[in-house]
């Protein structure tokens, strides 16, 4: 079966206390985060990673605190999700990765079978990542243990919408081996 994995967001402002953005216990997730993209380098796995770019005066800052300036450190991806080959980086001005052509573009040449999401934040990126997915008739699995919310409440509502949608959520462990 052919796979892409979709890595949300998973920027410094989002994952860490010292970020413009924290989303309270992201860092729980960065190990597996780590670990999806070493098996996806070893399994020539495409990656499709998206990034938050925000201008100084984007309008989302009208709901959110300024996060993930073009150009700063808070906007830069957690290291150990680089990959040297096989990565699609996909910066975004909006929640909606599908809000840039380039996603779209990106998953029909790639043509996979199934998309393994994982990131931050489950209720905002992530929620409009898996529900663009679903729209397009996408097989999606969430990774249950590489992704984190802002509000677990509205989390949780949402993968039982997920998952009544036939969304898998497999661990890290069961994906990676």
Known sequence: MSVVFLDVDTQ??????CGALYAPGAEAICGNLSRLTQYAQRNNIPVISTMD???????EFGIYAHHCIRGTFGQR???????????????KQKFDCFSTP????????????RVVVYGVVTDVCVKFAVDGLLERNYQVSVVS?????FDHDLSESLIHKWR???????ATASLCG
Not at 77 to 89: A, C, F
Not at 145 to 149: G, T, V
Not at 164 to 170: I, N, R, S, T
Request: hydrophobic residues 40%.
């Open 164 to 170: 009544l949608a036939h969304v898998k959520f497999p």
């Open 53 to 59: 770019a925000h201008a100084e005066r984007d309008p």
């Open 77 to 91: 991806k957690l290291s150990t999700t680089l990959l040297p080959r096989n990565q699609h980086i996909v910066e």
């Open 12 to 17: 410094l402002d989002f994952l860490f206390p």
């Open 102 to 113: 380039q996603t779209a573009e990106l998953l029909r040449g790639l043509r996979p079978e």
């Open 145 to 149: 243990d590489a992704i984190h919310p």
